[in-house]
């Protein structure tokens, strides 16, 4: 567990809540980007150990964690909303895959030390009320040598480049434009700088990182 002495942030997200009709909808609108889950299961698979423990924090409806468990490994995900562990663990069993969610804190995780070989994290590191405190969560459960990947919006991304990426999820366009401006008054006003991924993870027990970046998307890549 996380042994922080700083105090606890009062709610573990930034944010409504991702409950019923929310969770429901963002299930609805990101279950046709399967190319771009594929792209992300192929640069997990490209660093972590094969047919090895992988956790997921934050997996929402699952579908990342479907794409890994189809290339072989053992996939663990972890949500703090109950909706998403529902909607998940449903999506994975339609898929006839056996993938353990549940309901947890990214910055309080309810695994063992060294658990996993890999951790990865998509689309919501940026909504993480105590961001220090997972990085310092996910080393923790790491097995040594293990590594990380955290996806995620990249505060720099303009936004005619945010809306080339929703144009291509061809939703509704009630659901294209409630999407648009999600990005553009939300998630773009709390993601991060290139230079503030690297104070964060200098503050964790990680110390240094590597930050690599396509499009309107980063990947923090750690190492333990």
């Not at 698979?45 to 189809?70: D, F």
């Not at 990865?120 to 969560?137: I, T």
Request: net charge neutral.
């Amino acid at each position: 567990m996380n042994t922080s002495t700083q105090p606890k942030p009062a709610k573990p997200y930034k944010g409504p809540s991702m409950e019923g009709f929310v969770a429901s909808w963002y299930a609805k609108i990101t279950k046709g980007e399967a190319r771009a889950y594929r792209a992300c299961a192929d640069s997990v698979a490209s660093r972590a150990v094969p047919g090895g423990e992988v956790l997921e924090i934050a997996p929402g409806p699952g579908y990342l964690a479907i794409e890994l468990a189809k290339q072989g490994y053992r996939v663990s995900g972890i949500d703090i909303s109950h909706s998403f562990v529902r909607i998940a663990s449903e999506n994975a069993r339609a898929a006839g895959l056996d993938i353990a969610f549940r309901h947890g804190n990214a910055s309080e995780l309810p695994y063992a030390d060294e658990s996993f070989d890999f951790v990865v994290c998509r689309a919501a590191f940026k909504n993480f009320s105590d961001p220090v405190g997972a990085l310092d969560e996910i080393h923790r459960v790491l097995r040594p040598g293990g590594k990380a990947s955290i996806f995620d919006l990249r505060h720099e991304s303009t936004r005619e480049e945010v809306d080339m990426v929703v144009d291509d999820m061809h939703l509704s366009a009630v659901s294209s434009l409630w999407t648009k401006l999600t990005f553009r008054f939300f998630l773009l006003k709390n993601a991060y700088t290139h230079e503030a991924l690297e104070d964060m993870v200098a503050q964790s027990r990680f110390g240094r990182c590597d930050v690599l970046t396509s499009g309107v998307e980063f990947d923090l890549r750690l190492a333990k």
